[in-house]
């Protein structure tokens, strides 16, 4: 063991399982990267963030590594730590040692970055589907790696059955896990989409867009997507829109069943009134 090695006992005191590890520091030089890192970005705000409180208080949780070589270890989890701990300039930083091959690898770096509290959906869809494609897992399986039941595994996974812009979207936080289990509800992605981007035009609640996918499926067997109510609601919602572009004013687009309807334009004095039959004059 490397001088300034840190008691098994140690760690026990703080309730740190020691099972198959082997607790020690090591020089930030000996340890590389993970390749099988879940999590392709590291935000700087965030980084920063650590690094100024490993900076007051020390590195409080070791990094998990395996032995490569002689001089040489790899990050099984940990990395975010690992690198707040090299802006602050440390030389040597306290580590788990275990015995891990690649596929054990994986799993742990996988199964310890979905335990993170800041992961979003997406990321913990991709996270799942790695650990079941890669890992060999079950759905049932991973449940139990992850503390989750099988429904929520399912629900995740379906995320990714999505259109790349929803996914995106999601990812960014513009629009909610409700909204995307709403909308995976529809089968026909161009529908999805139609969906999508009437959530971000309107600000739609996830109430409204249930309300709007129930309303299908009642309708199933006649219109498999969505109803034709809804495509039409959206089409002369955008038609209402471009008048009210045109017109700089409020506009009310009416339309009836038998295919009639009223254009209904609001004026608030003789002024505006008299811009408006300008522009019908045109």
């Known amino acids: 063991m490397l001088d300034n090695s840190i008691s098994v006992n140690e760690f026990k005191e703080i309730g740190v399982a020691t099972s198959n590890a082997q607790i020690t520091t090591l020089p930030v030089d000996r340890i590389e990267a993970n390749p099988f890192q879940p999590r392709s970005e590291f935000k700087e705000e965030e980084l920063l963030n650590l690094a100024d409180s490993i900076r007051v208080h020390g590195l409080i949780q070791p990094i998990t590594v395996r032995k490569l070589s002689a001089d040489k270890y790899q990050i099984i989890s940990g990395e975010r730590r690992f690198r707040a701990a ?11 040692i275990r015995l891990a ?6 799993e742990m770096a996988l199964v310890e970055n979905i335990q993170r509290e800041n992961l979003n959906a997406i990321e913990i869809a991709i996270s799942y589907k790695r650990l079941i494609d890669e890992c060999k897992l079950t759905q049932e399986d991973l449940g139990l790696r992850v503390g989750k039941d099988r429904t929520t595994v399912t629900n995740y996974l379906r995320l990714l059955k999505l259109p790349p812009q929803i996914q995106t979207a999601l990812r960014d936080e513009k629009i909610s896990m409700g909204h995307a289990r709403a909308i995976i509800s529809i089968s026909d992605p161009v529908m999805q989409l139609k969906i999508f981007n009437e959530i971000l035009e309107n ?15 009642k309708n199933e067997k006649k219109q498999p997507s969505i109803s034709e109510k809804f495509i039409k609601g959206i089409e002369y919602k955008h038609i209402q829109k471009r008048l009210e572009d045109k017109f700089e004013t409020k506009i009310e687009v009416k339309h009836r069943k038998n295919g009639s309807g009223q254009i209904m334009f609001t004026y608030f004095s003789t002024d505006d009134l008299n811009r408006l039959l300008d522009i019908l004059d045109a």
């Open 86 to 96: 090299q802006l602050v300039g440390l030389t040597n930083v306290p580590v788990f």
């Open 101 to 106: 091959n690649d596929q054990s690898m994986l």
């Open 203 to 217: 600000d739609l609640s996830v109430r409204s867009v249930e309300d709007i996918v129930r309303g299908s499926s």
